[in-house]
């Protein structure tokens, strides 16, 4: 049901899905074994009864990619994440990246693609300051990022796609600009004409919270996900990058008010963005809350 969105997208008969199970290497030979390219972007933000990261991050990519090199597949391309490291504190960023080592050592023309924290339609950025009306942190909202669009990061997998010099090459795709959560959440009361409050917790205190939501069904926050927002993104300076791709990105506020119109007012829904008349006559002014 989560998928079916998705069929549509395509002409008639483009769009075929495959049922597989991540614990089922024939599934997944039989989903790769007629590919050309393979893209392998499974992942999740939390765990689940059934998956751990590891499970996920590790053992199924050693699955998928097993099958790639036994079905002998042009192309793999490991969609991976931002600051994926084997010794990292987080446990989805050391799944991550020991994810990335076992894709290259089964199949060495891996392309591995860290893209940055994502925005678009359903993102878990923009989406999740803009329906909150209260705002739960541990770090003060100071998790520093280079937020990226969706759909640039979907235009660089497509290039993968037709330039074979992109085997074996890690792609680090980041936005042209760099944002603390505060600075986005202030981007979106800006735009969508109100304020959310932000509530603050030690983070011992916010730990012990996640740790007893876990025990519910449905996502809320997981330890992890607090044990990430003290970690910044940290950009590889020997990946690649959207410029050997040949374009480069869009900065956040071109999109910002196209994803969170949504949540304005009724009262306010159709008024437009501040013209640059506006924006020059904002600069001209010093708030105490600006940092400096």
């Given at each position: 049901m989560t998928k079916r969105h998705l069929k549509p997208t395509g002409d008639l008969g483009r769009v075929v899905f495959l049922e597989f199970d991540l614990r089922n290497t024939e599934s997944i030979e039989e989903s790769v074994r007629h590919s050309d390219i393979v893209y392998n972007l499974i992942g999740r933000q939390y765990t689940t009864k059934n998956f751990t990261y590891e499970d996920v991050h590790v053992e199924g990519t050693q699955r998928i990619t097993e099958a790639v090199a036994k079905y002998d597949v042009d192309r793999y391309v490991h969609v991976s994440t931002?600051?994926?490291?084997?010794?990292?504190?987080?446990?989805?960023?050391?799944?991550?990246?020991?994810?990335?080592?076992?894709?290259?050592?089964?199949?060495?023309?891996?392309?591995?693609?860290?893209?940055?924290?994502?925005?678009?339609?359903?993102?878990?950025?923009?989406?999740?300051?803009?329906?909150?009306?209260?705002?739960?942190?541990?770090?003060?909202?100071?998790?520093?990022?280079?937020?990226?669009?969706?759909?640039?990061?979907?235009?660089?997998?497509?290039?993968?796609?037709?330039?074979?010099?992109?085997?074996?090459?890690?792609?680090?795709?980041?936005?042209?600009?760099?944002?603390?959560?505060?600075?986005?959440?202030?981007?979106?009361?800006?735009?969508?004409?109100?304020?959310?409050?932000?509530?603050?917790?030690?983070?011992?205190?916010?730990?012990?919270?996640?740790?007893?939501?876990?025990?519910?069904?449905?996502?809320?926050?997981?330890?992890?996900?607090?044990?990430?927002?003290?970690?910044?993104q940290v950009i590889d300076p020997n990946a690649k990058t959207f410029k050997d791709l040949g374009f480069e990105p869009e900065d956040l506020t071109r999109w910002i008010l196209h994803y969170v119109r949504q949540y304005r007012s009724n009262l306010y829904y159709d008024l437009p963005p501040m013209t640059e008349k506006e924006v020059r006559e904002e600069r001209k002014y010093l708030h105490v809350d600006y940092d400096l």
């Amino acid at each position: 049901m989560t998928k079916r969105h998705l069929k549509p997208t395509g002409d008639l008969g483009r769009v075929v899905f495959l049922e597989f199970d991540l614990r089922n290497t024939e599934s997944i030979e039989e989903s790769v074994r007629h590919s050309d390219i393979v893209y392998n972007l499974i992942g999740r933000q939390y765990t689940t009864k059934n998956f751990t990261y590891e499970d996920v991050h590790v053992e199924g990519t050693q699955r998928i990619t097993e099958a790639v090199a036994k079905y002998d597949v042009d192309r793999y391309v490991h969609v991976s994440t931002y600051n994926a490291d084997p010794k990292s504190h987080s446990a989805f960023f050391a799944t991550k990246g020991r994810g990335e080592q076992e894709a290259r050592a089964i199949f060495p023309e891996t392309t591995i693609v860290r893209p940055a924290p994502m925005y678009g339609y359903e993102d878990w950025l923009l989406n999740w300051l803009g329906r909150s009306k209260v705002i739960v942190t541990a770090n003060h909202m100071q998790q520093k990022y280079w937020p990226v669009h969706v759909l640039e990061v979907a235009k660089a997998l497509e290039q993968m796609m037709y330039d074979d010099s992109t085997a074996g090459q890690t792609f680090e795709l980041y936005g042209p600009k760099e944002y603390s959560t505060r600075q986005i959440a202030d981007l979106i009361d800006k735009e969508t004409l109100r304020k959310r409050r932000n509530i603050n917790l030690p983070k011992p205190v916010y730990l012990a919270i996640a740790r007893a939501l876990d025990y519910i069904w449905w996502p809320t926050i997981s330890p992890d996900e607090v044990e990430r927002e003290f970690i910044n993104q940290v950009i590889d300076p020997n990946a690649k990058t959207f410029k050997d791709l040949g374009f480069e990105p869009e900065d956040l506020t071109r999109w910002i008010l196209h994803y969170v119109r949504q949540y304005r007012s009724n009262l306010y829904y159709d008024l437009p963005p501040m013209t640059e008349k506006e924006v020059r006559e904002e600069r001209k002014y010093l708030h105490v809350d600006y940092d400096l």
